[in-house]
């Protein structure tokens, strides 16, 4: 069966410092990657998305970036955070083809002080 | 017109009665939908897909799709105060190679 993990489970930065979470799934190949993010009683908001390695597309221009070195892995980054980058940080996946349900990891509670 | 459309709520149900939460999408190509439930603090997670007109049903809920009208909906029967939660509804962006798309969602909340 397949298991998505995502690391740290929560986490307190300073605004200014960098951000690394990352994301991994097992028990499948090639699937479609995802980095959703849900500010606090709000909907999630798709940052961004990769159908395979190198390949990312971004959502919305802002201070983070996204990586797919590994097919099971996806990271995102920031080199300096802001305090609107608060939220709930959530990976999924999705076996490759667009019209196939997501399933989400544990989520990252980041919040930006 | 925004592509996937929820009533945020909240949605206050008596125990044991119907809940019934809607959702309409604005894409007439769109083919698959799927219901979320997001307890708080919790990610998503999925409860019912649907991809053809009509009903399906899976225990105590019920997804229904009506692709003429654009709408689909999410009935849960005998509700407990367990259901309480955000039910996400999640649609096609438009009918082509893209991810997709989340409503807002609908607070739940079932009263004992």
């Known amino acids: 069966s397949q298991t998505i993990h995502q690391w740290p489970a929560t986490l307190v930065q300073p605004v200014g410092s960098p951000l690394s979470l990352e994301c991994t799934v097992e028990?499948?190949?090639?699937?479609?990657l995802y980095w959703y993010r849900q500010a606090a009683g709000r909907g999630l908001q798709l940052l961004f998305y990769?159908?395979?390695?190198?390949?990312i597309s971004s959502e919305v221009p802002q201070n983070l970036s996204a990586s797919r070195p590994q097919d099971r892995q996806f990271i995102l980054s920031s080199k300096k955070l802001l305090l609107s980058d608060s939220g709930f940080y959530l990976c999924?996946?999705?076996?490759?083809?667009?019209?196939?349900?997501?399933?989400f990891g544990p989520g990252t509670r980041l919040t930006v002080l | 017109q925004k592509e996937v459309e929820q009533n945020s709520g909240p949605l206050s149900v008596p125990e044991g009665a119907i809940a019934s939460l809607n959702c309409t999408y604005s894409?007439?190509?769109?083919?698959?939908f799927f219901w979320y439930r997001q307890y708080s603090g919790k990610s998503p997670e999925l409860i019912m897909f649907i991809y053809s007109n009509g009903d399906k049903e899976d225990g105590r809920f019920t997804a229904q799709l009506n692709k003429a009208s654009q709408y689909v909906s999410l009935l849960i029967r005998d509700s407990q105060p367990s259901d309480s939660a955000t039910y996400l509804c999640a649609g096609p962006r438009n009918s082509g190679n893209t991810p997709l798309v989340f409503g807002k969602g609908t607070r739940l909340s079932v009263i004992a």
């Open positions: 028990g499948t190949s090639n699937p479609n």
């Open positions: 894409d007439r190509g769109s083919q698959s």
């Open positions: 990769s159908v395979g390695i190198g390949q």
């Open positions: 999924a996946w999705q076996a490759s083809g667009w019209d196939n349900e997501q399933f």
